[in-house]
């Protein structure tokens, strides 16, 4: 794509690049010292290096947000109903079921791979080009699968936490990840590659985010309002949610204790 | 001597009434039957009680302290921050921690419309503890899935995490305040913040 434009174009992209980076790596979060225990643990919990560059990031989605997309979400969610709401997000479920099969298919989840296939094929048809989640009905529910995941199931880390503007938060294993399926494996995005009118693109990933939106508006409003630290608390739910789709939904490991206890919720002696 | 028919009768009903009371509290030894009480009674004596806000709060406090292990979940959140901190840190971080739960929890019972928790299962987690798989169904069918961490203790289970669609409430606020204790001058510096938060939930409950 870089090759197409004008040369003082590629010199300005460059110039960004190097700006970025630079502010990257002179936000580096300091780590505690070796000494402080538990503030050392806690940093290694938390698992974000870029954490002053992270918060920036932060504060400039939260303003573009409070602006533009919440307002918009909220207006959509307040005036059109929610069966049409419902119809819309089974939509725009149905026309991403390639990456979810090709995730599933990379996974060695064939069993997964045959609910994607059977879904797309009742819920095109039977749904309506997949208005009606029929499939969901007749016992085969939705699930969510992205490269992401297929990667984290391969055994690649996260890398660190990441928060972008407009994207929000994420992590350098699933950003990058994250364009790959945009770019390459949806097929809104080969439509778009085949000479097709732009606005179709566009019109679509402005659907999938606003429905995404409004459909999480709940819970986000209720973090913001319960946290002293909203940044801190988005990260930790964030994350928490995400190992949850890597596990398919099967529940949490024991979280660790840093007492040397097997169980982290052992009885507090105050209590016995 | 003889125990006439009516003593007889007296006796039974006497009998059922000592086995009736011993197995009310049967609940108390149930994973499942623990989670769909602590529903029930949430639902009917505060959600769908025609009390103030005040007293909805009031009421929670009593529930969430019989049915949660308040010190439990607090040592947990601290983890290692609790062995640095003295003991009026400890005690004033208790304290407030089931304040700020309280009235987290207080400033969303006025929205409650109808919605009904259904439990799924159990399966054994932990020492002696269970997590039931609940959930809860919203008014557009919509249902998320909200699971139960339990211990036994002396009296019967008790509540030690709720996980919200994977996304553990003790876990949530570990990685919070550790962040803030790092950040804002240790564990005085989340204390204060926490007063300060419980002091404008407090306020705008009224």
């Known amino acids: 794509m870089l090759k197409i434009l004008p040369h003082s174009q590629k010199f300005i992209i460059k110039l960004l690049f190097v700006a970025a980076l630079t502010l990257v790596i002179s936000s580096c979060a300091t780590k505690p010292p070796a000494s402080d225990l538990a503030a050392r643990s806690a940093f290694k919990e938390n698992n974000d290096r870029l954490e002053p560059f992270n918060r920036a990031m932060f504060d400039v989605d939260q303003a573009i947000d409070a602006v533009i ?47 994607t296939i059977g879904r797309f094929v009742v819920n095109t048809t039977i749904g309506v080009l997949g208005f009606a989640d029929i499939a969901a009905d007749l016992g085969t529910p939705y699930h969510y699968e992205d490269l992401g995941q297929t990667l984290a199931t391969w055994g690649l880390k996260d890398g660190s936490y990441l928060y972008l503007p407009v994207i929000g938060p994420t992590s350098f294993r699933d950003g990058f990840s994250q364009a790959l399926d945009t770019f390459l494996i949806d097929p809104v995005a080969w439509y778009n590659y085949a000479d097709n009118p732009g606005w179709v693109r566009w019109a679509y990933f402005g659907s999938v985010y606003i429905d995404a939106r409004a459909n999480t508006m709940t819970a986000t409003d209720e973090l913001k309002a319960s946290s002293i630290d909203h940044y801190a608390s988005l990260r930790s739910a964030y994350r928490q949610n995400r190992e949850k789709e890597i596990r398919n939904g099967a529940p949490a490991p024991l979280p660790s204790m840093t007492n040397g206890e097997d169980d982290p919720f052992a009885e507090a002696p105050a209590n016995k | 001597m003889m125990i006439s028919r009516r003593d007889f009768a007296t006796l039974s009903v006497a ?90 929890w207080s400033r969303r019972f006025g929205e409650y419309k109808g919605q009904i928790l259904k439990v799924k299962d159990n399966t054994p987690d932990g020492n002696d503890g269970a997590l039931v798989n609940s959930y809860i169904m919203d008014n557009d069918s919509q249902s998320f899935a909200v699971a139960w961490r339990l211990r036994k203790r002396a009296a019967g289970y008790r509540v030690v995490d709720i996980i919200i669609e994977g996304v553990s409430m003790a876990i949530t606020y570990r990685q919070e305040y550790s962040t803030i204790i790092q950040q804002n001058g240790g564990i005085g510096g989340l204390l204060a913040q926490m007063q300060k938060q419980v002091d404008e939930m407090k306020a705008k409950l009224a």
């Open chain 2, 15 to 104: 009998c059922v009434a000592v086995s009736r009371s011993a197995f009310a509290q049967d609940w108390r030894n149930s994973p499942n039957a623990l989670v769909e009480k602590f529903a029930e009674k949430g639902i009917t004596d505060i959600l769908g009680a025609a009390i103030s806000q005040r007293e909805k709060a009031d009421r929670f406090r009593v529930l969430f302290k019989d049915f949660f292990d308040i010190p439990s979940i607090g040592r947990f959140v601290l983890a290692r921050f609790a062995r640095t901190a003295s003991a009026e840190e400890n005690e004033k971080f208790a304290m407030l921690f089931e304040d700020v739960i309280v009235y987290t």
């Open chain 1, 69 to 115: 997309f919440r307002p918009v979400a909220w207006t959509y969610r307040e005036f059109v109903p929610d069966p049409v709401r419902r119809g819309i997000t089974n939509f725009l479920r149905n026309l991403r079921s390639p990456i979810t099969l090709a995730s599933d298919l990379l996974q060695g989840n064939v069993d997964r791979a045959g609910q």
